[in-house]
C-alpha cells in the first residue's frame, strides 16, 4: 500500500537533503527542492492545492533553521512526517454507534460515482452492524444498472438480511421509502441503502438523489469514493456535497492503491471525515479510518 507515493517522495526528500549544503536553510534554497517535491506529490495523486499548502507547510517549518549539514535530509523529512499527520488527523466518528444510539429506524444512504464500491461497501457496513446485534434491512435504490438488485439479494441472502426491491426503472426514491417503512414495521434499527452511480455530467441521475434526499431525509448520506480515481476523489466529493450534502466518505480500494494521495486530498479539502477505509472483497475488509495508521502506512514509520 502507498509503495509508489513513498518512492516518489522519499526520492524528493532525499535530493532535497543533499541540495541544501549551507548550514542555515535559506528560502531560495527550499523554493528549487520544494518545488520538486510538489511535482512528486502531484504525481502522487495529491491534489494541486494540498501539495501546494505541503510545500508551504515545510517552508515555514524549515526556512532560516540552522541545521547540522548531515542532519538536513532528517530534518526534512522529520518536518514533513509532522505536516503530513497534521493534515490526516481528524475526528473520525462511529457510524456503528452512531446508528445504534439512533432512536427508531436509521437511514443511511450510499453514493457515489459508477464503480466506485457503494454496494460492497454497504454489505460490508450492513456486516458490521449485524456483528453489533442490529440486522439492517438493504434498500436496493439501484434501479438503473443491470444485475444490482440481483447482486445485493446475493449479499443479502449471505448476510441473511432482508432486501426491499421494485422493478428496474422503477422510482429510487419509493424503492427507499417502502424499505423504511417495512423496517419500522419490523422494528428493524436500520435501512442502508443503495442507490445508482452518477457523474456530474448526468444532471437527470443528480436530480434523482435529490429527490430521494427530500421524500425519505437520510439520518447519514455515505460517499463512497474510490481512491484509485486520484485528484478526481475531491472534485467528486465536492459535486455530491453541493448536490445533497454528505456525512463522511469511505475510501475503496485502498489495498492496491500504490499512490496514496487521495486520503491526503480528502482529508485536507472536505470537512467531512473519513470513516472507513476499504482494504478487500471480503465483508470483513472494511476498517475504521484511523489517522495514526494511515499516517504509518504512508510515511514506512
Known amino acids: 500500500m502507498f509503495s509508489k507515493f513513498r518512492e516518489k517522495v522519499d526520492n524528493a526528500l532525499s535530493k532535497a537533503g543533499k541540495e541544501i549544503t549551507e548550514r542555515e536553510i535559506s528560502q531560495k534554497d527550499l523554493d528549487k527542492v520544494l518545488e520538486d517535491l510538489k511535482v512528486s506529490l502531484i504525481q502522487a495523486d495529491v491534489a494541486l492545492d494540498v501539495a501546494e499548502l505541503i510545500c508551504e507547510d515545510l517552508s515555514d ?11 538536513v535530509e532528517e530534518t526534512i523529512k522529520e518536518s ?12 473520525t466518528p462511529d457510524l456503528v454507534e452512531k446508528v445504534k444510539e439512533d432512536e427508531g429506524t436509521t437511514l443511511v444512504l450510499f453514493l457515489g460515482f459508477n464503480g466506485s464500491g457503494k454496494t460492497s461497501t454497504l454489505v ?3 456486516n458490521m452492524l449485524k456483528k453489533e446485534g442490529i440486522e439492517p434491512v438493504l434498500a436496493a435504490g439501484d434501479t438503473y444498472r443491470a444485475a444490482s438488485i440481483e447482486q445485493l439479494e446475493k449479499h443479502g441472502d449471505k448476510l441473511g438480511l432482508k432486501v426491499v426491491k421494485h422493478d ?26 443503495d442507490t445508482a452511480g452518477r457523474s456530474h455530467s448526468d444532471a437527470n441521475l443528480m436530480d434523482e438523489l435529490g429527490k430521494i434526499c427530500r421524500v425519505n431525509d437520510p439520518d447519514h448520506k455515505v460517499l463512497v469514493i474510490d481512491s484509485l480515481t486520484g485528484n478526481d476523489a ?13 456525512d463522511g466518505v469511505v ?7 500504490e499512490k496514496g ?32 495508521q494511515i499516517s504509518k502506512r504512508i510515511l514506512s514509520d
Open 61 to 71: 517549518k524549515l526556512s532560516g533553521q540552522e541545521v547540522k549539514r548531515t542532519k
Open 80 to 91: 514533513f512526517r509532522y505536516t503530513v499527520k497534521d493534515i490526516l488527523a481528524q475526528e
Open 124 to 126: 460490508k457496513f450492513a
Open 168 to 193: 428496474y426503472g422503477s422510482d429510487a426514491a419509493a424503492v427507499i421509502y417502502d424499505a423504511v417503512e417495512h423496517a419500522k414495521t419490523e422494528g428493524k434499527g436500520a435501512v442502508l441503502a
Open 234 to 246: 475531491v472534485e467528486q466529493a465536492k459535486e455530491f456535497r453541493e448536490t445533497v450534502g454528505i
Open 251 to 257: 475510501l475503496t480500494k485502498m489495498d492496491v492503491n
Open 261 to 292: 494521495g487521495a486520503a491526503l486530498s480528502v482529508a485536507r479539502s472536505l470537512d467531512e471525515p473519513i470513516l472507513y477505509i476499504g482494504v478487500g472483497q471480503e465483508y470483513d475488509d472494511l476498517e475504521k479510518f484511523d489517522a495514526e
